[in-house]
Each structure stands twice: as C-alpha cells, then as structure tokens.
C-alpha cells in the first residue's frame, strides 16, 4: 500500500534492506538498459541490484522461467524484476521500475475482519480516507464504533449496486480481504473495470485503481495477472515462509526468509557469527553458484549492497537471492 504498483514488497535486517518485486511497464526507464550499463551508472557505490528476473519464455507466452542474472542480461518490458536496495533508494527504485505513483488519498476495504481494521487504521493515520464493506450486521456496528473517522457501508461485496454506493469507480485503492476467493477476485475485477471506464469518460488521465486481492487458491494467480489485478495476497505464503526459516538451518543463522507467489526465487537473511564459515571472505572466493546471489551486508546497521570485493565478517546480516535448487548450497556457506 506504501509503494502502489509494486508487486511484492520484503523489509529485511530491522528495515535496512528492502526487497521489491515489480514487472517493468514499457515507459519504464529500466527497459532495454544491459545490467553492465546500469552497473558502471551505479559504481562505486550502489544502491541496489536486480536479484532476479522472471519472463515469459520466448517459445510459450503462457510460461515463465526465473533466473538469476549476471551482466549481459537486458531488461525487457514485463519482466518481473527483484530488487535488493537500500531502504534510502526505494524512491529511486520505484522511478526506476516505473511504477512510482502517489499514496492513494481514498481507499475502499471489502471485508471487515480483523486484518481489514488493521489496515483502516494504518490508513487513517496516513491520512487516507476509509470505507469499507461488510455483510455481517453486527460486525459492521462494532467497526463504526471502532473506526469514527471511516464510511462503512452493510452489504455484500459482489454486489454491483453495493459498490457503486461505495463509489467504487472514483477509488484510488481497493483491498479484496473477505475470506472468500471468489469474492475477492470479481469485486478487483470489477473495480479496475469501472475505474477504466471512468476515466476514459471523464477524459482523466490520472493512475487507475490500485487492487489487491487475498487469494488461496494459488491457481487463480495467472487469473489475477491476466486480468491486471495489481497484487495478489496469500496467508499460504506467510505461513511457509515461517516454516522455511526452519527448515533452511539453524534458526539463530538464518533470521528470514521470504518467498513469493509469483517468481520462483527465495531470499534469505543470514546472521554471521564468530564461526560462521564465510567469516574473512569474500564473495569472490566463495564458490557461489549461478542460481544464487549475494545482494546486500548489513554492517553496523549500515547497509551496502554486496560486490565481488564484499567480505564477510562477525555480526554481519546477508541478505542474498537463490533459486530453490540452490538454497542448500548457499546455505552451507553462512551457517
């Protein structure tokens, strides 16, 4: 909600580092750029790196495949990019990307769970204002009383004269969080439609709707894409990625890691310590396999983004990129 158009958005080693999955639009000022090119612009000291690229292979538009790049890779317009920055670049990053927009100034939640307050009240401290809908009467009272600075509105979320009431065409942001997948993915559909149809109306030529749909059945994300829902969220993802955090090694060394819904990549974040075996290398002299990716040293609470020349010392947090067949290995060099 903070980077709209942003895909996914990942806040490792206490916020020092963020990692941003977005697909490059064709004004993106990173389409047809070489990774060399963009890497002498950023020398000597960078502010981030491209960590993976996911596009649709050239022979089947209907698949994808996910490397992880070296320098004579160029960027195409609707690669899905991860990028490890430094949280003072994310601006950069976004312009970069092309997908820099405005904080939405109005935001309709459909759903009024639990999570959907938590979301409304962030949102209200921001400034924005708030509606949202939901069908279960007594759940409704309780979020007047509990949200007085937020519209809510009684009624069901795929309920086309429902929406329209809650202005649905003339929102910047829409969050599809009720408990039903189905629900959630035609009342974004509909959004962006409306929303398209306004403004070619109104001849406005501002951003469109911003969606984002909970979903969890994993096989409606090509639906989601396809359709240009914005952003698909899943409580499978979280829930494995806490698991994996186990899973990949000692839990004092490995302090996260995060997966994603789309992207067949992993980052992990290693806490080095005094017998850790990459202590007094560097990244060079580690036999790094082309599946994975050192990205960013957090030292002293102060990031860099990691070069051949980076070693590794006592204390340090790596966040590094890694195709899955290439997790264990990388693994073995920080734990």
Not at 96 to 102: E, K
Not at 219 to 236: F, H, M, W
Not at 294 to 303: E, L, P, T, Y
Not at 304 to 311: D, F
């Amino acid at each position: 909600m903070e980077y709209p158009g942003a895909m996914d958005l990942a806040r490792m080693a206490n916020e020092e580092v963020v990692v941003i999955g977005a697909r490059l639009p064709a004004h993106a000022p990173l389409v047809g750029v070489s990774l060399h090119a963009l890497g002498r612009e950023l020398d000597p000291d960078w502010d981030f790196i491209v960590g993976a690229i996911t596009r649709k292979v050239e022979s089947d538009d209907s698949e994808e495949v996910t490397i992880v790049p070296r320098q004579d890779e160029i960027l195409r317009e609707g690669d899905l990019l991860r990028v490890i920055c430094k949280s003072r670049a994310l601006h950069d990053v976004t312009n970069r990307l092309g997908i820099a927009r405005d904080v939405p100034r109005r935001a309709l939640l459909l759903g009024g769970g639990r999570t959907a307050e938590m979301i409304a009240e962030s949102l209200l401290y921001r400034g924005v204002d708030v509606a949202i809908i939901e069908k279960r009467h007594e759940r409704a009272l309780e979020l007047s009383e509990n949200l007085a600075r937020a519209l809510i509105y009684e009624g069901d979320v795929t309920d086309v004269e429902m929406l329209e009431e809650a202005d649905v065409a003339r929102q910047d942001l829409v969050i599809a969080l009720t408990g039903e997948d189905d629900a959630n993915v035609l009342a974004c559909l509909y959004a962006k439609s409306v929303s398209a149809q306004s403004k070619r109306t109104s001849g406005n030529g501002e951003d469109g709707i911003e969606t984002i749909a909970v979903v969890h059945r994993l096989k409606l994300l090509d639906l989601l894409e396809t359709n240009q829902v914005d952003t698909a969220l899943s409580p499978r993802t979280a829930t494995a990625n806490s698991v994996l955090r186990f899973v990949r090694g000692d839990v004092g060394s490995v302090a996260a890691v995060e997966t994603f819904l789309h992207g067949d990549v992993e980052i992990l974040e290693f806490a080095v310590s005094d017998e850790s075996p990459c202590v007094g290398r560097s990244i060079e002299d580690m036999e790094l396999t082309k599946g994975a990716l050192v990205g960013a040293i957090v030292r002293d609470g102060k990031a860099q983004i990691a070069r051949g020349h980076s070693t590794f010392r006592a204390n340090d947090h790596v966040i590094a990129i890694a195709k899955p067949e290439s997790v264990e290995k990388l693994t073995t060099l920080f734990v």
